[in-house]
């Protein structure tokens, strides 16, 4: 069990309309934080944030395009004019486009780095100076095993993955004097919508690669995001945190 009582801090979760974000949402949730769910559709987002709320807990909900600079910036200015800072910034929407280089469209290509990699960097960019003020804060970034080792037919994906790695590494030394940290999550191979569309076989081959044998639970995630929120994570920064049964060692 980890010690983590966020009571009266603030975090916003990209993506919290499903899979791995909708488990962080409800995890930071009962730590007792005010959770932000950030999704794209009003419907997934309202949805989570309600269950929270209606489980006696503190949350509220944004329908978003976390790619748009300007939805972002207009999505944060509307936040700290009410809440003054974001304590925790969970980076995790994503989607993926997948083709081989020779078939894949500048749009699919531009659409996954967006969404997957400068999204992160609008939104930290819109809450960091307050966080700063604050002098407490935890960034994480939800990137992947495949932006570690690579894989054929997500040339997109991988790119956007690995540079969300060093966007992790870069600002962890911009602001680790001010009391933040910033980290990564590279999850292997997670049973969510994402994974559900690979079929039996496929995912019989890819269990061979995995040295713990089984696909991940979308807990296996959300527990590593409480751990780096925890006040036991405050000398952990710049890292990728590997949560994938042994895939990248
Ligand atoms: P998912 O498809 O189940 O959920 C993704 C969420 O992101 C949805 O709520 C969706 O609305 C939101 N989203 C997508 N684009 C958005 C946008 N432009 N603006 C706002 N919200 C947007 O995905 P998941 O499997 O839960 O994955 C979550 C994160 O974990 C992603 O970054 C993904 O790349 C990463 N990841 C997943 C796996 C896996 O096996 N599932 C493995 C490695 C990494």
């Excluded at 910036?73 to 009410?82: N, P, R, V, Y």
């Excluded at 809440?83 to 997948?98: F, Q």
């Amino acid at each position: 069990m980890i010690e983590c009582d966020l009571q009266g801090k603030v975090c916003l979760v990209t993506g919290a309309g499903k899979g791995i974000g909708k488990d962080i949402a409800i995890r930071l949730a009962h730590a007792r934080a005010h959770v932000i769910c950030v999704s794209r559709t009003e419907q997934s987002c309202s949805a989570v944030a309600q269950s929270i709320i209606d489980a006696g807990l503190s949350a509220e909900h944004f329908a978003v395009d976390v790619s748009s600079s300007q939805s972002v910036s207009d999505m944060c200015s509307a936040i700290l004019s009410k809440h003054e800072r974001v304590d925790i910034l969970v980076n995790n929407a994503g989607i993926t486009r997948d083709n081989l280089i020779m078939r894949m469209s500048d749009g699919d290509w531009l659409d996954v780095l967006n969404t997957n990699l400068s999204s992160s960097f609008f939104l930290i960019k819109n809450l960091v100076r307050p966080m700063i003020k604050g002098r407490w804060g935890r960034i994480i970034n939800i990137s992947s095993v495949v932006g570690c080792m690579g894989n054929a037919g997500q040339c997109n994906y991988s790119a956007a993955k690995a540079g969300l790695l060093g966007l992790t590494k870069s600002i962890a030394r911009e602001v680790a004097s001010r009391g933040i940290t910033v980290n990564a999550i590279a999850p292997g191979f997670i049973r969510t919508s994402m994974t559900e569309s690979l079929g039996e076989s496929v995912v019989e081959k890819i269990k061979e690669n995995i040295p713990l044998q089984s696909l991940g639970e979308v807990s296996d995630i959300s527990s590593v995001v409480e751990f780096l929120c925890s006040e036991g994570a405050r000398y952990i920064t710049g890292q990728v945190l590997h949560v994938d049964g042994g895939m990248y060692m």
